[in-house]
């Protein structure tokens, strides 16, 4: 899964034009899927909508309702899309995030929601919630604080003498999801009862509460990360062989470690505030996206975060249509596929 | 990699099958408890929500409630004096907060019910408390649920609570009361075309009252039709676009009371339904429409005039 030595230290000009080629023909590929999922995804949900109607409303961006109904049209844009942009945003996050941590901590089995920063970020948002309810902006900030603290925990937490072994990391997850979940336990009882029933689902991950407020946020986060990451994606490459090897062939070590740690808890910070824990994302997106297309972390993190997109919206579409009109919490069918897949997934390598 | 996820998966084998284990060994347990309660001869027995033939002494003078609407019924009853345990929520009437507290109703203190010495536990399916109902039974504490899901079954309460505490006539009176005050509002809204509304239990993410709510029924009596009657469940977590769809044309907000300032603003899809366009967003005393006791009927008069204004005109 991890490539050795040679081949990455022997990257000639051919092979990166080589792999810039993969990469831009791969993301073609999953930007194509990614809006044919949008437009196909808008078209399901417990209300039907006339097709053909809604397709024209969708081409013309919203600014003619192609003989939808007022309800329709609402439906359409005011609930249904701006829920599956939050999807994107979401889905894109946080398979960014696994990817950056999988390359940055050696470590395959890496994951927001497995190594506890996922619960970090959901303190953050519940702190907000409980002292600062009306003011959602402190949401994403504290929820960033909070993936934050929790990242560099773990971290801490992994490093031994014998440096971050994978079963020292997963085992210092872990602690800090265990530690963090009891912090939750205990934010609740601050909290009025009517409100913790929908504070648990909120926790399993739920995308129905859409804020307009912190759409173009998550939007522009997960936009932003994506590219700064893949832009960090060969120092990445350098780092998977050692941090002394990347160190010895130019890399700014502590400055790359810095740069993804912040720019993950970022993803996972502005995800979690808008739609609490959705888990298994970061760990079976970047998976999927190194089995079929490679290592090269230059071509996997832009994929995993398309790929990320795609497999929340596909998953979202599922929670809200399968009972409706009654729904279920996102996080449900992203473990539920999720978690299979990644047993599967480890069987075969 | 291998290696850790294969011994990774071994873990959760063997919690899984220690989880079956200490379920058949508790499931093993309550089996053998049952035969016992049922051998044990009492002095009356009435059966509750939840179908359980529960058996009383014939006089019950400690009662514990762990819930505010039974909390309300007992009092109301006239046999407060009675009460020597309540939850945390049960704010009302102010009496009940000389009460000892014993936890709220998801978590109750079980120390703190035993050491109350009740001889009867009075408790709502809501709370969910299957394991420690268990527990209290084997203490000798009579369990008994209470689950109404319309109006009837809360005066069903009210009256099998009046005959647990030999208060049958003050309950009897209570109910004719309520049953009196209930049928007037039907009586003054009958002729009027029933409102079209939404149930808004809480916004982000949007709950509402299904098919098993007693509001559902409330709404009803009250001149109305909860959009939502014909779903599910008591308490269905709902769609933002059907919620839309369904076109109410007035929207009921529970808020205040114990809420505070709890579930004040219609949620974002409901903004520009017919009710929320035209003005009709009704906020009604959370604590008459959450709890199916006697104040219930002040719920149902509260929704009736705020959706038949003109029927209570004179």
């Known amino acids: ?349 | 990699v291998g290696l850790f996820s294969l011994s990774h998966l071994q873990t959760k084998a063997i919690s899984l099958a220690a989880l079956v284990a200490c379920l058949l060994f508790f499931s093993a347990c309550t089996a053998t408890h049952k035969t016992s309660t049922e051998n044990s001869s009492a002095a009356r027995e009435i059966i509750d929500d939840a179908g359980r033939r529960v058996s009383f002494p014939a006089q019950v003078d400690r009662v514990i409630s762990l819930a505010p609407n039974l909390t309300e019924i007992v009092f109301a009853i006239g046999a407060g004096n009675r009460l020597v345990g309540r939850t945390s929520y049960c704010n009302y009437p102010a009496e009940a907060k000389a009460v000892a507290e014993i936890g709220d109703t998801l978590h109750p203190s079980l120390e703190r019910i035993i050491s109350l010495k009740p001889q009867v536990v009075l408790i709502s399916t809501a709370s969910q408390l299957e394991v420690f109902t268990q527990q209290l039974q084997s203490q000798n504490i009579a369990v008994f649920v209470t689950d109404p899901h319309d109006l009837n079954g809360v005066f069903r309460s009210i009256e099998q609570i009046g005959l647990i505490l030999n208060q049958k006539e003050q309950a009897e009176h209570l109910v004719q009361n309520l049953r009196e005050r209930a049928n007037a509002v039907e009586e003054a809204v009958k002729q009027k075309q029933p409102v079209r509304v939404f149930y808004q239990v809480s916004a982000e993410p949007l709950y509402t009252a299904g098919h098993d709510a007693f509001v559902t029924d409330l709404m009803r009596r009250a001149g109305a039709i909860s959009v939502t009657a014909d779903v599910p469940g008591a308490w269905p977590k709902y769609s933002n676009e059907s919620a839309l769809a369904a076109k109410p044309e007035a929207i009921v907000l529970p808020t205040g009371g114990s809420m505070g300032e709890g579930n004040s603003t219609v949620t974002e899809a409901l903004r520009r339904s017919p009710a929320a366009l035209a003005g009709r967003v009704y906020k009604i005393n959370d604590d008459h429409l959450a709890r199916p006791g006697p104040r219930a009927i002040d719920g149902l008069e509260a929704m009736a005039r705020a959706f038949h204004p003109e029927a209570f005109s004179q």
Not at chain 1, 136 to 143: C, D, H, I, M, Q
């Open chain 1, 1 to 349: 899964m991890i490539g050795t030595a040679a081949n990455v230290v022997s990257a000639t000009a051919r092979q990166n034009r080589v792999t810039l080629r993969k990469t831009v023909v791969s993301c073609a590929l999953l930007a194509g899927a990614l809006l044919l999922s949008i437009v196909l995804m808008s078209l399901t949900g417990s209300e039907q909508l006339p097709a053909s109607a809604s397709l024209c409303a969708l081409a013309s961006f919203g600014t003619t309702p192609c003989g939808l109904t007022r309800d329709q049209f609402d439906i359409l844009f005011q609930i249904r899309l701006p829920r599956i942009l939050l999807a994107a945003a979401v889905g894109g996050s946080l398979a960014t995030a696994g990817a950056a941590y999988q390359a940055l901590l050696r470590n395959p089995l890496a994951e927001p929601y497995l190594l506890g920063i996922s619960n970090g970020a959901a303190v953050g948002t519940m702190i907000a919630l409980v002292f600062f309810g009306a003011n959602e902006w402190t949401r994403p900030l504290l929820a960033f604080t909070g993936a934050l603290l929790a990242t560099l925990a773990v971290y801490r937490l992994a490093r031994g003498r014998a440096g971050a072994t994978p079963e020292r990391l997963i085992l210092a997850g872990v602690i800090v999801t265990t530690f963090l979940s009891s912090v939750i336990v205990f934010v609740t009882t601050l909290m009025d009862a009517t409100r913790i029933r929908s504070f648990t689902f909120w926790l399993l991950g739920d995308l129905s509460g859409t804020s307009k407020t912190l759409l173009p946020v998550a939007i522009t986060i997960a936009v932003a990360g994506a590219l700064v990451l893949t832009l960090h994606a060969r120092s990445l490459n350098l780092l998977m062989l050692g941090e002394r090897d990347a160190f010895d062939l130019g890399v700014e070590v502590r400055r790359v470690r810095v740069v993804v740690f912040l720019v993950a808890s970022l993803l996972v910070g502005s995800s979690v505030a808008a739609s609490g824990s959705v888990g298994y994302v970061g760990l079976v997106v970047p998976h999927l996206a190194r089995l079929s297309l490679g290592s090269d972390n230059r071509i996997s993190i832009p994929a995993a975060a398309l790929g990320g997109a795609l497999f929340v919206i596909v998953a979202d579409t599922v929670a809200r249509t399968i009972i409706a009109p009654r729904e279920l919490p996102v996080g449900a069918i992203t473990a539920l596929i999720g978690a299979p897949l990644f047993i599967y997934l480890l069987k075969r390598t």
